[in-house]
């Protein structure tokens, strides 16, 4: 397949956008409610930290981080390196019902380098590779049905392109595997 180029800026717009679709969905599309209290879903949201631990991204990693799996009401999936300088990751979803396609077409044009990688169980999957100050950036998409899950890497020089690639595309079929075992994705 040919690649395709990405600015970071759009792909950060459209992370943005994610998370914020993923809160509209969570709330069940409608708009946020003034009363704080109000505001608190009344079941858990979708967490990608459920299917992943800290263990599992370090060793594809090959270093040590710690998991932010934030609270129920309020989720976060980040993993940080133990050691200053090394590879962060973080995971966030929308659940988009057009699928990736229609939603890739909606980003415009991106700076890196776009691959389709084979993701087990997943529907499809992207792949945007970036060097940006001397630091690896890499994002990949994977869908299974209307879930669709974002996979952040930055590393920071000296980085092991090998590593951050691999890591990403094992973070997305962990992501990937959960969501069948899910409602979300099942």
Avoid: K
Avoid at 76 to 105: I, Q, S
Avoid at 113 to 133: E, F, H, K, S
């Amino acid at each position: 397949m040919a690649e395709r180029h990405l600015p970071l800026r759009r792909l950060g717009s459209l992370l943005g956008g994610l998370g914020l679709a993923a809160t509209l969905v969570a709330c069940g599309g409608e708009a946020p409610a003034t009363d704080p209290a109000a505001a608190v879903p009344t079941t858990p949201l979708w967490n990608p930290c459920d299917g992943l631990t800290a263990e599992g991204v370090g060793e594809v990693l090959g270093a040590d981080v710690t998991m932010d799996a934030g609270r129920p009401a309020a989720p976060r999936c980040a993993f940080t390196p133990a050691e200053e300088g090394g590879a962060a990751v973080d995971a966030n979803y929308v659940l988009f019902p057009a699928g990736l396609d229609e939603a890739w077409d909606t980003m415009g044009q991106l700076d890196g380098a776009v691959t389709n990688p084979t993701i087990a169980q997943a529907d499809d999957a992207r792949m945007v590779v970036n060097i940006d100050g001397g630091s690896l950036l890499v994002t990949g998409f994977v869908q299974n049905d209307d879930l669709i899950q974002v996979v952040n890497l930055v590393d920071p020089a000296p980085y092991d392109r090998a590593v951050g690639l691999r890591a990403v595309r094992q973070v997305m079929t962990d992501l990937s595997a959960h969501a069948e075992d899910s409602a979300f994705g099942g």
